[in-house]
């Protein structure tokens, strides 16, 4: 085999437009490995590679987008890795600069690799994919840093990818959830992974934001940012945390000094892509063990061929749960 199937992002006048080509496959560099992708997932940046340069993800194209892949390995010129270990790999540079997961084969170096938890299938890795890591990082780092056990906990986005993952977590963890959305139909699904209540998001955001508002949550993870974040940040407990990981409601954050002085509220930012290695090793082990949780209801499975229209819904905030790509076949 000299070339592999791809989901191949190109310049088409004004716009880009994806489909599927066969690409060559690359010369192993030293301290690299080639890996057989049986699955990726489908995330917000990803949908912003597809998009164009001027969404600030990708700069150069052709381009093969995907942040997440799991697979074998196919060849390896590191010492760490064997032909046929079971992998992943989320973030850094790939799906971004480095041809990604929407690919059959990607080649990335050994050190943005980490071996299958031994619970885990590659397909639970990719129902998980980014988004789950973020979530779980993102629920790991509220409680490290202090939340208010007596109240529940607010997830934004709470259908999104993160903000599902997040919710099933949570509530695995035993928390009451409080599920943030914008969708009006969806609350069978966010009862049966786990939310307790639905706050919809026109209600939440119906006063202005006010520099301290009621102290009703223990905590949150906002996958949204924008408006939504400054009001989320007026209306937890002292000493609480906030993770903040996302800017589809909007990049700027007008809030007060006041929630962090008067009441030590803590934001935490996440970065999931650029972890250092050995902690996105030790997310996934939470995700295989005492964190695990089944998402097989909340992902939707696709072939190369429907990765177009996943793209145009998650553009457009209509995604619910996790979407899956599976190669092959
Ligand atoms: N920093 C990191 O490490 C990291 C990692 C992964 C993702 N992210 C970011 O996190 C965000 C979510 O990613 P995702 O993959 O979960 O995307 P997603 O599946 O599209 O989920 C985003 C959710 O946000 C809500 N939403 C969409 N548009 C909105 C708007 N204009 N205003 C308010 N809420 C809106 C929707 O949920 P409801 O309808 O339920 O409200 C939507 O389902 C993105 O900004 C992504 O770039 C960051």
């Known amino acids: 085999m000299s070339a592999y199937k791809g989901y191949l992002i190109q310049e088409d006048g004004d716009s880009y437009i994806g489909s599927i080509k066969f690409i060559d496959i690359p010369i192993v560099q030293d301290q690299h490995v080639l890996i057989n992708v049986e699955f990726s997932s489908l995330n917000y940046k990803d949908a912003l590679s597809a998009s164009g340069p001027k969404y600030g993800v990708t700069r150069e194209y052709p381009f093969v987008p995907g942040i997440d892949a799991a697979g074998k390995i196919l060849e390896s010129k590191s010492p760490n890795f064997n032909v046929g270990d079971e992998v992943i790999v989320t973030g850094y540079s790939m799906g971004m600069s480095v041809f990604g997961g929407f690919g059959e084969i990607v080649h990335v170096p050994a050190n943005w690799v980490?071996?299958?938890?031994?619970?885990?299938?590659?397909?639970?890795?990719?129902?998980?994919?980014?988004?789950?890591?973020?979530?779980?990082?993102?629920?790991?780092?509220?409680?490290?840093?202090?939340?208010?056990?007596?109240?529940?906990?607010?997830?934004?986005?709470?259908?999104?990818?993160?903000?599902?993952?997040?919710?099933?977590?949570?509530?695995?963890?035993?928390?009451?959830?409080?599920?943030?959305?914008?969708?009006?139909?969806?609350?069978?699904?966010?009862?049966?992974?786990?939310?307790?209540?639905?706050?919809?998001?026109?209600?939440?955001?119906?006063?202005?934001?006010?520099?301290?508002?009621?102290?009703?949550y223990g905590g949150a993870v906002d996958t949204v940012g924008g408006d939504i974040l400054a009001k989320i940040i007026s209306k937890v407990s002292p000493k609480s945390s906030i993770s903040a990981c996302g800017n589809v409601a909007g990049m700027q954050l007008n809030t007060s000094v006041f929630p962090f002085i008067l009441r030590g509220v803590s934001l935490i930012g996440i970065d999931s892509a650029e972890s250092p290695i050995e902690f996105k090793q030790s997310i996934w082990e939470l995700l295989s063990n005492e964190w695990k949780v089944d998402l097989e209801n909340s992902t939707r499975d696709i072939k190369l061929d429907a990765v177009d229209q996943e793209i145009k819904k998650i553009l457009n905030g209509e995604q619910v749960g996790r979407v899956v790509i599976k190669h092959g076949e």
């Open 114 to 216: 980490v071996k299958l938890p031994k619970n885990m299938s590659l397909k639970e890795s990719m129902n998980y994919g980014t988004a789950g890591l973020t979530a779980a990082a993102s629920v790991r780092k509220i409680i490290d840093n202090g939340i208010d056990e007596k109240k529940p906990i607010l997830v934004s986005g709470a259908t999104g990818g993160v903000g599902s993952v997040a919710v099933n977590i949570l509530s695995k963890l035993g928390y009451e959830v409080h599920a943030l959305t914008g969708k009006n139909n969806e609350d069978i699904f966010l009862k049966t992974i786990g939310a307790d209540s639905i706050v919809n998001r026109d209600d939440f955001m119906q006063d202005p934001v006010r520099p301290l508002d009621k102290a009703l």
